[in-house]
């Protein structure tokens, strides 16, 4: 099993910049493709980006040209720099490796 948590969340204003970590604890591989989604309450969870094992990415359009997703697999880490944030960016975001059923807890990000 793999256990992912996610960090980095919390208040930020709008246009300011927030840097996600999800750091891995038991086994990992590089062939996992993770991503990021995000969740409102009282909306369907929604996919932010993806970054593939090769590291092609993909990002939702709403985020497109703002939002950056990083992984480092020496540390076991998924990251989402995420530059000129707007209040509809505010949710839970949640790490995940796709197809494996892992997820975090996430971590509330409120743009204000």
């Known amino acids: 099993d793999v256990q992912l948590v996610e960090s980095g969340g919390g208040p930020v204003r709008t246009g300011g910049s927030l840097r996600l970590s999800c750091t891995a604890s038991?086994?990992?591989?590089?062939?996992?493709?993770l991503a990021w989604f995000r969740q409102v309450p009282g909306k369907t969870r929604e996919g932010v980006a993806v970054?593939?094992?090769?590291?092609?990415?993909t990002y939702a359009g709403s985020v497109k040209g703002r939002f950056a997703i990083s992984r480092d697999n020496a540390k076991r880490a998924l990251y989402l720099h995420m530059n000129d944030l707007k209040t509809e960016d505010t949710a839970v975001y949640y790490c995940?490796?796709?197809?494996?059923?892992?997820w975090g807890q996430g971590t509330q990000v409120t743009v204000s």
């Open positions: 995940a490796a796709l197809g494996y059923g892992y």
């Open positions: 038991g086994e990992w591989y590089d062939s996992y493709c």
């Open positions: 970054i593939e094992p090769d590291d092609v990415r």
